[in-house]
């Protein structure tokens, strides 16, 4: 058999096949159908051969094994039995490799997922490297869809069903170690070992695996995983119990938002209980079907493709010069969020360097640093030698000592211009000529910082989010002299830290996501004051789908912040922004929200309750008769009216940006595709007449922004 069409190489060596995947013209290997039609053809033909002892299946792309199917396949699948069918032919190929009749070894290096691991879930046995590139895992479920290449069937019967459901239902990657663990894969390569000799490692295991006694030996291990669990599962009614509390949980996370993990569970389910895995591959190739022509589906694959253009977006049109590479930080202020951004640094590998105005305030923000790292060790997604590492990455002072050679300076100082102001301006004449200044604001003016400076080109915003390891996105703001340098270098920092950036085109009030979250806040907050209960509220707008009811994010960001922020976009917006007082008196009264243990509910441990005096600080004027269709309407279209203005205003380049900013920065609900993309989905002429008809209710700050009045008339859409 003579080797190489378009993705596969085929040795012999001492009676073992070596087959090494590497397409051509690709980055990465990709299971398109032109690969998967070459990968049957030459299964066809290794069925035939008899002198073969064990197949070997190896990448030939260094730190990257299968990447997955190619998504562009499924996205224009708008009937289910084209799904099917799709589901089915891929199930076909790699039911070949499961007939082979030899052994088969996969050698995997760097990410396998997808359709790649349902390839190598075909095989016999797995080895892993132990490399950071190794991520195994299969995240159907955040495109809407499920395994469909098998990984629904053979996953659960490898490594049982409640661990196969953590991996199926999160979508979840784990590196070699986990995978180990889990009993994905069989054997764990030392990282030391270069890709040059994973073939040799791989021909030794087949060489190893010719006895029955290292075979039984290699699967009695998968086995002994968790034999409490596996008994559960091999019993009819402890299997009913499983998936009884598995639909539960689920629902209870995704209410009901997210269908393909209630079809994953169903193709475990009752996939599980066939004998021959062939009738349980026809119920996972159904149930793709039907997950693949969800609306949820379709969204989640566009905002799959809105976080790869941002993978790609330099952050300025035609730049061609080169981004500065920061390998030092300083971080001024080492508060709530100078401590976050600290750990963060550190957490990849950077030296931060972190002043306060006395040591006792730089120790906190050490100790705010440590705790985050602390929930990784708890998590056992680190170990305390590797935390002790990072943390000594960290160090601090009450001056400006240690700042002399670092590249960049993140300014998270109290929220108060003259202070900033006076730091910009200090810190200046310290800092070598070639470091950026970025301030952490959320929202002060980041031209009257950059004009402190002697190098206003050099000073930007960089916006994280609270809690910063956690957020994903950051805000890059531009200054009036920021220059295009310092603004491609920022983005490609932000996204090397595994930030998801979006650059602000102006400097101006609440930037762009602060400013759109603020139009649904305001509005909340009125019809409180028009008579809503607080549990109404909040749970109309979970169930649009925000991750929480915008009272309880009042109570999580701190109602003395928001009543700040509230305060700055009135006086830059006027009265669609206004709060009317109500957060200033419940701020007087001492309640600050999840912080300080009593805002719109009162904290108690881990449990929560609407506290019913709150009501006497909300000056209820009792006109409220709205429902929950109406209260969502009331709180998401000024969100839309808002992001039309700005994009009007040029404050953001594209709609992809409010979407990716709501998204990543509050949570809008991916599900929809992003706040635009919801937008266009509903059409631009319903979102009109709705706006028009909550101008006539409620007043002026409904009235549609010229820009969806303007795509009214000529029919056009965000997208
Ligand atoms: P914080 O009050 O927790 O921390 C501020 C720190 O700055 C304190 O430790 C204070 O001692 C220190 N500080 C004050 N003057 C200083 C000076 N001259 N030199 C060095 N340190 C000084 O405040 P937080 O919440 O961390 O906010 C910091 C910045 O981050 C503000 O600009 C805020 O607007 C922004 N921000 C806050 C978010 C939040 O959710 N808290 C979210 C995004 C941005």
């Known amino acids: 058999m003579e080797a190489h069409i378009l993705a596969f190489r085929f040795e012999v060596e001492d009676n073992l096949g070596i087959l090494t995947l590497d397409t051509s013209n690709e980055k990465v290997n990709i299971l398109s159908t032109p690969v998967m039609q070459e990968l049957n053809k030459f299964l066809d033909e290794l069925n035939s051969r008899t002198d073969l002892k064990a197949l070997i299946l190896l990448s030939g792309k260094e730190g990257n094994f299968i990447a997955g199917a190619r998504i562009e396949e499924i996205e224009n699948i708008t009937d289910p039995k084209d799904g099917a069918e799709k589901a089915a032919m891929g199930q076909a190929v790699f039911g070949k490799i499961a007939a082979l009749p030899f052994p088969t070894i996969a050698v995997i290096d760097g990410a396998c997922v997808g359709g790649g691991l349902e390839l190598v879930l075909a095989c016999d046995y797995r080895l892993a490297r132990d490399s950071e590139k190794t991520r195994i895992g299969l995240p159907e479920i955040r495109l809407g869809i499920i395994p469909g290449f098998g990984g629904t069937q053979r996953l659960p019967r490898l490594i049982g069903i409640q661990r196969a459901l953590d991996f199926i239902l999160t979508g979840k990657l784990v590196d070699a170690q986990r995978a180990y663990r889990a009993g994905v894969v069989d054997r764990v390569i030392p990282k030391e070992f270069p890709m040059q000799q994973l073939r040799r490692l791989g021909v030794g295991f087949a060489q190893e695996i010719q006895s029955s006694a290292a075979r039984e030996k290699i699967v009695a291990r998968r086995n002994r995983a968790n034999p409490q669990t ?56 159904e149930l793709l079907g039907k997950a693949v022509v969800t609306s949820v589906s379709k969204n989640l694959v566009k905002v799959f493709y809105l976080t790869e253009a941002v993978k790609k977006d330099s952050g300025v049109e035609n ?70 590492n990072k943390m000594a990455l960290i160090s601090g002072s ?125 509005e909340a907050g009125r019809m409180l004051i028009e008579g809503a209960t607080i549990e109404q ?99 998401v279209l000024p969100m839309i009216n808002e992001a039309a203005m700005c994009l009007a205003e040029g404050l953001v380049r594209r709609p992809a940006d409010v979407d990716i900013g709501m998204i990543f920065g509050t949570g809008f609900p991916p599900f929809r595709g992003g706040l635009l993309r919801y937008a266009d989905a509903r059409g631009i002429d319903n979102i009109v007449g709705k706006l028009e008809t909550l101008a006539g209710k409620y007043g002026e700050r409904f009235k549609p922004a010229e820009r969806l009045m303007e795509m009214k008339q000529s029919g056009k859409k965000f997208y």
């Open 230 to 285: 596996l008994l559960l599962e091999k019993n009819i009614f402890g299997r009913k119990v499983l998936f009884d509390q598995a639909r539960r949980r689920t629902l209870a996370e995704t209410k009901g938002h997210y269908p393909a993990a209630e079809l994953a569970l169903e193709a475990v389910d009752k996939g599980f209980s066939k004998k021959d895995i062939n009738d349980g591959l026809k119920i996972e190739a």
């Open 319 to 388: 730049y061609s010069g080169a981004a500065q590479e920061f390998n030092k930080i300083g971080v001024l202020g080492a508060g709530l969020m100078g401590g976050g951004i600290a750990q963060l640094m550190a957490h990849n590998d950077l030296p931060a360097r972190m002043k306060d105005i006395n040591l006792a305030a730089v120790a906190k923000g050490m100790e705010a640093a440590a705790r985050v790292f602390n929930e990784s060790v708890k998590r056992r997604r680190m170990t305390p030698k590797e935390m002790q």
């Open 398 to 522: 009450a001056d400006y000592s240690g700042f002399k050679n670092v590249d960049l300076v993140i300014e998270a100082i109290v929220e108060i211009l003259d202070v900033k102001k006076k730091v910009f301006a200090e810190i200046d004449t310290l800092l070598p000529p070639h470091a950026i200044l970025a301030s952490n604001t959320s929202s002060l003016p980041i031209t009257e910082m950059a004009r402190a400076t002697k190098r206003p080109d050099k000073v930007a915003g960089l916006h994280f989010f609270n809690p910063v390891h956690r957020m994903p996105l950051v805000e890059i703001i531009r200054g009036t002299e920021t220059s295009d340098a310092t603004v491609v270098s920022l983005v490609a920092f932000s996204k090397k830290i595994g930030k998801t950036p979006i650059v602000v085109m102006k400097d101006s009030a609440g930037f762009l996501v602060n400013r759109i979250l603020g139009a649904y806040m305001a």
């Open 537 to 635: 509220l909040d749970s109309a707008l979970v169930e649009f789908g925000m991750p929480m009811g915008p009272i309880n994010l009042f109570d999580e960001v701190g109602i003395d912040v928001a009543a700040k922020v509230s305060h700055i976009l009135e006086n830059a917006f006027g009265g669609r922004m206004a709060g009317d007082g109500m957060l200033d008196k419940i701020v007087e009264s001492g309640r600050l929200g999840k912080k300080n243990g009593k805002g719109f509910y009162i904290y108690e441990g881990k449990n929560k309750k609407v506290d019913p005096a709150i009501y006497a600080f909300i000056p209820k004027t009792g006109k409220f008769d709205g429902n929950a269709a109406e209260m969502q309407d009331r709180c």
